[in-house]
Nanobody, 118 residues
C-alpha cells in the first residue's frame, strides 16, 4: 500500500502562485510515473501533468507554460508549481502514483482545495 499525502492548498488571487506537494510513503524513484489531476465542482477529474521515473514531463494544454511538475527524490516528494493562476484553476487537486512492478496499480492522494479569486 502506498500513501500519498498532499499539502494544504489555499486561496490565492488571480495572477498569483502556489506550490502543491505530495509526499510518498515509498521511494519516489521506484514509482513508474506520477501525475497531478484536478476536479472542479460538477466536472470530471482532469489530467494536468505527468512525470516519469526518468524525469520526462508532459502537460495538459490548459496549464502548459504556467504549471511545472517536479519531484525531489531525496525527499520522496512530488511538486506542482502553479503560476499565473486564473479563477478557472479553482478545483480540488490530486496527486497520483502509478506502479508497474509485476502488476499495475495506482494510488491517489486525499485531494487539496485550491481557490483562485477574481
Amino acid at each position: 500500500q502506498v500513501q500519498l499525502v498532499e499539502s494544504e492548498g489555499g486561496l490565492v488571487q488571480t495572477g498569483g502562485s502556489l506550490r502543491l506537494s505530495c509526499a510518498t510513503s515509498i521511494s519516489i524513484s521506484s514509482i513508474y510515473q506520477m501525475y497531478w489531476y484536478r476536479q472542479a465542482p460538477g466536472k470530471q477529474r482532469d489530467f494536468l501533468a505527468r512525470i516519469t521515473r526518468g524525469g520526462s514531463t508532459n502537460y495538459a494544454d490548459s496549464v502548459r507554460g504556467r504549471f511545472t511538475i517536479s519531484r525531489d527524490n531525496a525527499k520522496n516528494t512530488l511538486y506542482l508549481q502553479m503560476n499565473s493562476l486564473k479563477p478557472e484553476d479553482t478545483a480540488v487537486y490530486y496527486c497520483n502514483a502509478e506502479l508497474r512492478s509485476g502488476i499495475w496499480t495506482q494510488y491517489w492522494g486525499q485531494g487539496t482545495q485550491v481557490t483562485v479569486s477574481s
